[in-house]
């Protein structure tokens, strides 16, 4: 079972992985209504590495991102379930729009975004690359989306 940190608390432990040569991998996202997708997505990222850490946006951000009806489910229980999940290891809540002042802050070794996002676009491919990482995108499940589920629960609700 994984465990929610702060972004202090992953400066330390980066430093203990390093010591010991684990392999940090780093991905984010809202995470608002878990799905096989989200399932799917975190243990192949977890498969390219020894530690999954997720940068979560917080309320805020979500609503700034994804308008003000989201998030469905707020920042702590999103942060639990995903804790509770077998492939993550670290769960760290941050404010802003981007991710990538946590990235800075953590250098994993392999940065993942889903593959929607052209490599060249992903956040923090900078610091990460700098550092001698590498950036990887994970293909999605097809028709497998948060947005997806709001879509198929308001049609149902409508009938």
């Known amino acids: ?32 209504l878990l799905h096989r997708g ?15 850490v997720i940068g979560l946006n ?38 802003e729009d981007t991710p990538y002042e946590l990235i800075k802050a953590v250098v994993p070794d392999v940065l993942v975004k889903g593959a929607d996002w052209p490599v060249d676009k992903v956040v923090g491919k900078d610091i990460v690359e700098s550092a001698g990482g590498n950036v990887q995108t994970i293909e999605f499940l097809p028709n497998r989306s948060t947005t997806g589920l709001i879509e198929k629960i308001a049609h149902t609700v409508k009938q």
């Open 58 to 95: 917080d309320d805020a951000s979500v609503r700034r991102l994804k308008g003000p009806q989201r998030p469905l489910v707020e920042q702590g229980d999103r942060a639990e379930i995903l804790a509770s999940l077998k492939s993550v290891d670290f769960v760290c809540l941050f404010s």
């Open 1 to 32: 079972m994984g465990e929610i940190t702060t972004k202090a608390n992953l400066l330390r432990l980066r430093e203990q992985w390093k010591f010991f040569g684990k392999k940090v991998v780093f991905t984010n996202g809202c995470f608002d």
């Open 38 to 52: 989200h399932i799917d997505y975190l243990a192949k990222a977890k498969s390219l590495g020894d530690v999954l």
